[in-house]
């Protein structure tokens, strides 16, 4: 308890220590040393501990010790200068904050000291010479205010009052301001003389109100100027310059000049322009002192050709008087013509007649007389030309008809020259489209084209491809392909061909037959889509080829199965005698027609031979009594084709000399099963006859007309029944086929019952006394064919008869 009780009293003793202030009133100035006042005393402190607690001075917010202590006596003292100038300025209460610190235990004391002002500065002018110029023309009563004084002391001790030493011009008004602040003006009082007094002095006093009094002067210097009376005059009322507008800056364009007979600052000229506009205020510059105009822009003789400037003369104290600037712009060739297109007909149709106008060209040019004359022209080569018009405009027209086909589009050059010096030229493209006309039909690659094919072509099959070109565009240019109708062979040629509208390629519609027609042609038509359209025409030559498409046909003898046909050979033929002919036919042509002739099957191999290429059987030796009477031959008939076909037939021949030596036969002939055989062979029977008769009633018609003698013996001429030709048979020479017409000879002799027949020959034919003897009774009952059977009659009839045709 006893050690908390100590310490708050501690605690609250230091408390009261700190609170022990102590206040002083010092003037400013005192003396290194000087005793302020004892602090120890006033603080009732003990002198004896000071040292011992170690007490010092501190000064608050300054390194500056204005003050210490003596530690010996307990006096404060002086330590250092103070100036409550320095320290305050112009305030009215100066305080300068200190404090006395001591220790064991802590003590903190605050000391104020109030620093007193004491008039220790004058009053100071901030400059030591006042210059004035007055005019002596300036009335009384005029006023001229003065520079203050000032004093850095405060109060009474600050500037009281001013005095103006006597003269006889002026006197002195002094005023209070705000404040207690003083000023003081220069009042003119008599008018001045400057033939009298071109200049005089005045000392003007300030004082202050502390004691000491102290006080400042400063000198006024009065200079007197003239009256200025007389204004500036120019040598010239009006000024006039040309320029050219390329003219460069600071260019001189003219000197002004004027004078003034006043002497001194009246008689300095300035020069200045006067109400210039706001866009020609950077055009010219003008110096004041010596009146010379220069160029300070860039001159445009397009935008400004002329400038009027206003130019003044002053003196120093303001009078002027005026003079007119008036500059001419002269032109220079430094703007290019300018093209404008003020319409223009773009695209243009390629038939457009010859000076159509198309456009209209304008031309400017901002510059004047000669540098604004231009010519206008046109690039070479080009089906246009630049036709003057009304001032400055020209027409663009054309000077032949253009062709899109040749040129689809003009880049067409248009050059303007001025005629200035040097002179200037621009140029301009104008650009020009041609119009597509259907003017163009279609034009085939070839004036004629040719397919082959070969015959027994597929349907749908390509047989060539015809191109016509239309140099017109879009749908001008766009080519159709079509068949122009037509017929061929009583059927429309759409029903053998076709062609593809957008490509020109034909097709075979259905197979072709060269047995039928070899060739034929067509005309294709090529029209484009302009309006109208346009077209034209080629022909196109199809050549069908051959393809051995057709076997040999044997005319004679008879296919088996549709007659009995032998022939008799004497026995008393030699070798190489002709016994008989094969003869056929084939469809094709060419090598594919070209037959041989070969016996692949016979009774006595040795005995015949055939031609190879003419088809007649001869033998090849005599007739012995050891060679059989009856002789079957089987003769194949070959084309050449590729691969080759063939026809077969046989031939009987019987070696005798008289029919009544003919055995029977029945084994020779076929085994007729058919029971409708005999009504064909009635029908074909009568068919022979009536023919046979009719033919034999014409030949003597004939040579009755002719008024020639009947006789036993007559040549006739024997056609091949158009029946034993196949259709569409070709005739062909040296081919191995059969002619439509063959002549034979026949001969009659004088008995009633026997007839001498001459076979067919080329090189060689059986002689007359061996040729085959015997009735058609007697050919029936060597056949053994009886009177009352009508079938077997009539084919002998038939065979007989055919006999005799070939």
């Known amino acids: 308890f006893s050690l ?74 002086v330590t250092e200068r103070i100036d409550r100038e320095s320290l305050c300025g112009k ?35 901030k400059n030591d010479i006042i210059k004035m110029e007055i005019r002596e023309s300036t009335e009384r009563g005029a006023r001229f205010s003065l520079d203050e004084a000032h004093d850095a002391d405060i109060g009474d001790n600050g500037v009281k009052g001013y005095t103006l030493q006597r003269n006889d011009h002026f006197v002195l008004s002094v005023d209070t301001k705000s404040g207690g602040r003083k000023y003081c003006e220069l009042v003119l009082e008599k008018k001045l003389d400057r033939e009298n007094d071109q200049e005089m002095n005045l000392l003007l006093t300030a004082v202050d109100g502390g004691s000491p009094q102290r006080s400042g002067t400063v000198v006024i210097h009065v200079t007197v100027l003239d009256a200025n009376d007389n204004a500036p005059v120019f040598s010239q009322g009006i000024y006039k310059a040309t320029l050219p507008e390329n003219s460069p800056v600071d260019t001189v364009v003219v000197t002004v000049s004027a004078t003034d007979a006043d002497e ?59 003079s007119t600037l008036m ?37 400017q040019d901002r510059d004047s007389e000669n540098n604004q004359q231009v010519r206008c022209s046109i690039q070479q080569n080009v089906p246009f030309k630049l036709v003057p018009s009304i001032k400055n405009y020209y027409s663009l027209v054309t000077t032949s008809k253009v062709d899109r086909e040749l040129a689809s589009n003009y880049n067409i050059t248009i050059t303007a020259t001025d005629e200035g010096s040097p002179p200037l030229s621009s140029s301009k493209i104008v650009q020009l489209s041609v119009a597509d006309v259907n003017d163009n039909p279609p034009v085939f690659e070839e004036q004629s ?92 030559s199809v050549f069908i080829t051959d393809v051995n498409d057709n076997c040999p046909q044997i005319l004679y003898p008879a296919p088996e199965g549709s007659s ?60 012995s009594e050891s060679d059989s009477m009856k002789q079957n031959l089987v003769v194949a008939v070959k084309d050449n084709g590729q691969p080759s076909l063939s026809a077969t037939c046989s031939m009987y021949l019987l070696i005798s000399d008289n029919l009544a030596e003919v055995p029977e036969l029945k084994d020779m002939s076929y085994d007729e099963s058919n029971s409708k055989l005999t009504s064909y062979l009635i029908v074909a029977l009568v068919s022979v006859s009536t023919f046979f008769l009719t033919f034999i009633i014409i030949i003597l018609g004939l040579r009755f007309c002719r008024r020639r003698k009947p006789r036993l013996l007559f040549d006739g001429a024997v056609t091949i029944p158009s029946a034993y030709l196949p259709p569409n048979y070709a ?66 009839f038939f065979k007989t008869s055919s006999f005799l045709f070939c």
């Open 264 to 322: 001194g600052v009246n008689s300095e000229v300035i020069y200045d322009l006067d109400h210039v506009s706001d866009e020609n205020s950077n055009m010219f510059s003008l110096d004041p002192k010596t009146g010379e105009v220069k160029v300070n822009g860039v001159l445009d003789y397009e935008e400004e050709s002329s400038y009027e400037l206003r130019i003044s003369a002053k003196d120093g104290l303001g009078l002027a008087s005026y």
């Open 91 to 125: 305030k009215v209460s100066c305080i300068l904050k200190l404090e006395l610190v001591l220790e064991n235990p802590l003590e903190l004391h605050r000391i104020t000291l109030h620093i007193q002002d004491i008039n220790d500065n004058a009053p100071v002018f």
């Open 4 to 77: 908390t009780f100590g310490s708050i009293f501690i605690f609250l003793w230091t408390l009261h220590s700190a609170y022990g202030d102590a206040s002083y009133s010092v003037p400013e100035e005192m003396k290194q040393g000087s005793v302020i006042g004892n602090i120890a005393k006033d603080l009732n402190l003990e002198v004896s501990r000071l040292s011992f607690r170690k007490g010092r001075i501190d000064t608050e917010g300054n390194n500056k010790r204005y003050c210490d202590i003596n530690l010996s006596k307990g006096d404060l003292i």
């Open 731 to 796: 005739e062909v020479d040296g081919t191995g086929t059969l002619r439509s017409t063959y002549n034979y000879d026949t001969y009659l002799t004088t008995g009633s019952r026997t007839s001498d027949f001459k076979f067919v020959r080329y090189d060689n034919s059986l002689p007359a006394d061996q040729t085959l003897k015997k009735s058609p009774t007697d050919f029936a009952d060597a056949f053994g064919v009886s009177e009352g059977s009508p079938e077997v009659g009539v084919s002998l």
């Open 327 to 363: 500059i001419e712009i002269t032109d220079v060739n430094d703007n290019v013509p300018v093209i404008y297109l003020k319409s223009l007909t773009n695209p243009i149709p390629e038939n457009v007649s010859p000076g159509t106008e198309v456009g209209i060209i304008n031309v």
């Open 449 to 540: 084209y040719s397919a082959y094919v070969t015959e027994n072509n597929k349907p749908g099959s390509t047989l060539c491809s015809v191109t016509a070109r239309d140099p017109d565009w879009r749908q001008n240019g766009t080519v159709i392909y079509s068949l122009l109708p037509g017929e061929m062979n009583g059927a429309p040629v759409s029903s053998y061909l076709s062609v593809n509208g957008d490509t020109g390629v034909i097709h075979a519609v259905r197979p072709f037959d060269y047995e039928q027609f070899r060739s034929f042609k067509v005309q294709v038509m090529a029209r484009d889509n302009g309006s109208p359209p346009l077209s034209s025409n080629v022909t196109v």
């Open 564 to 623: 009995f046909m032998t022939e008799l050979v004497p026995k008393a033929a030699h070798g190489g005698s002709l016994v008989s002919k094969v003869i056929a036919v084939d469809a094709d042509s060419g090598q594919n027609a070209w037959l041989s002739y070969h016996i692949v099957k016979s009774t006595d191999p040795g005995l015949f031979s055939i031609g190879i290429h003419s088809g007649e059987i001869r033998t090849q030796r005599d007739i």
